[in-house]
């Protein structure tokens, strides 16, 4: 991103690949389009010479959210309730949206104080810090970087155990029920499940899979992978979507608000869901009239929040009570309604490479230059396996893709979507004045975002021991038409 080193400085190759990934599937939309990005290219030559437009920038926001989060949705709302979910979601896009253009004000406002052409969301909490009027923060405004940078790390590394066990979860379900499953999907029966191995066994058999794609550091071959990972997730969405419009039953039985023991699982979900903070910066850069971004971003965020409050609502109100960890665990046994599982399952794992390539940008080239050339590829190669068998790890911990989806958002996303962002806006404005009503307004949200942090941390770790390491019943291949 900001590019005043050259591009081959390690410092800088970290930079790049910090803000093209905040959200599962941001990586691919930035990085795929631009490669000019990656290579450390001064961004207000390609922003003169091949900057994207308004629409092509729509598109990347909007299809940039389509992931897993989206298919646990449902389930989120029956932890909050029919009418505090959509609600909640609601405020929380309408947040989320807020904290995004905080972002993007303060990185334009450093970018003309410090005359650079682009500024990514490490360095704009850096010299956020080096504005505050507090003596301490200045002296220590490097560790806004790193802060932010572990945040991405844990983010990152968290979306890739989902990936897998959202993987396991899919393909369990599809070889459980393989020889039930026909061509109609119209007939109402309900299909028994085919024993089959252990939901922690399924990861097991993804691992050396995952440890081939993590082998391919070159990004032009990853966004082949981008592309085909698009196309299955598009058709995928579009299927499903179809489905939960059709046979929705009377909705007066389900609760209009749920047990508030519950909703620290709600709000775990959705912002994992909303966490495309990181990608909004790149996006902007690469405009060709950036001045138009603020109303591309709002209007970006209002379609994702319409499609989240769509899908949650629906996928609950189709399903009620039997909702499951992801929506396509609830699709009939059909060999239409097998394939998106299979479409899902061939996207996540395209989507696996390029989400793990900025936490492996980030750690190996640190790593490697404290050894001799000589075994540069070696350790490369060693830390991209070790990494990949710690997300296999921590997925077979937490089997529940429920948990790892709330534990993800709680303990990062809601760090990197609303704690940061008001706190930032605080210090970089505080010195030249700022209302009252502001002031209140941002530490309302940081103190939201850190309730939500913390209460949303405990519930999915309580729930986790709750449930004595179970099998989910998610693993069920119960359909019920």
């Known amino acids: 991103m900001p590019v005043t080193k050259s591009a081959g400085s390690p410092q800088v190759a970290t930079t790049v690949k910090l803000d093209l990934v905040s959200s599962p599937e941001s990586t691919k939309k930035v990085q795929s389009q631009d490669p000019s990005v990656v290579n450390g290219n001064s961004s207000e030559s390609s922003k003169t010479t091949k900057g994207i437009t308004g629409f092509q920038t729509l598109v990347h926001l909007v299809k940039g959210n389509m992931g897993t989060g989206i298919l646990g949705l449902p389930l989120a709302v029956k932890n909050a309730g029919i009418l505090m979910g959509p609600l909640s979601l609601l405020v929380m896009g309408l947040i989320a949206c807020h904290c995004m253009h905080i972002l993007v004000r303060c990185a334009q406002r450093f970018c003309h104080r410090l005359n650079k052409p682009f500024m990514d969301y490490g360095d704009t909490v850096m010299h956020g ?42 393909l369990k379900q599809v070889v459980e029920a393989v020889n039930g499953t026909t061509f109609s999907c119209h007939n109402n029966e309900t299909v028994v499940p085919m024993p089959t191995m252990d939901s922690r066994l399924y990861m097991l058999t993804f691992l050396p899979v995952l440890g081939l794609l993590v082998f391919i550091r070159n990004l032009r071959v990853l966004t082949i992978f981008s592309l085909l990972a698009n196309i299955s997730m598009l058709v995928s969405l579009i299927i499903i979507a179809q489905y939960i419009i059709q046979g929705i039953p009377d909705p007066s039985q389900l609760p209009m608000v749920a047990s508030w023991k519950t909703y620290p699982l709600f709000f775990g979900t959705a912002i994992f ?53 992801s929506i396509t665990l609830n699709l009939p046994n059909c060999w239409l309604y097998q394939s998106v599982k299979l479409l899902y399952v061939v996207g996540i794992l395209c989507t696996y490479a390029l989400q793990f390539y900025v936490p492996a940008e980030i750690i190996i080239p640190f790593a490697v230059s404290q050894v001799s050339k000589r075994w540069a590829l070696p350790l ?66 940081s103190i939201l975002g850190f309730v939500g942090f913390v209460v949303g941390t405990y519930q999915a770790l309580d729930e986790l021991i709750e449930s004595g390491n179970t099998l989910p019943l998610s693993n069920s291949t119960m359909f019920f038409q």
């Open 380 to 445: 490369d190669l060693s830390i991209r396996i070790a990494m990949v068998c710690l997300t296999c790890m921590l997925a077979i911990l937490i089997p529940r893709l429920d948990l790892v989806l709330s534990l993800v958002g709680s303990v990062s996303s809601s760090a990197l979507a609303l704690i940061i962002p008001p706190l930032l806006e605080m210090t970089t404005y505080y010195s030249e004045g700022m209302s009252p009503l502001t002031i209140i307004k941002d530490a309302l949200i």
């Open 273 to 325: 869901s909303f966490e495309s903070i990181g990608v909004v910066l790149p996006l902007e850069n690469k405009m060709k009239d950036a001045h138009r971004f603020p109303t591309i971003l709002s209007l970006g965020m209002s379609i994702i929040t319409t499609l989240y409050i769509a899908i949650g609502a629906l996928g609950y109100l189709r399903f009620g009570d039997d909702i499951k960890a």
């Open 129 to 170: 810090l080096e504005a505050s009027p507090n003596v301490w923060l200045q002296n220590h405004a490097h560790w806004g970087r790193y802060i932010v940078s572990f945040f991405l790390i844990v983010t990152q590394l968290g979306f890739c155990c989902v990936y897998i066990v959202f993987l396991a979860d899919n």
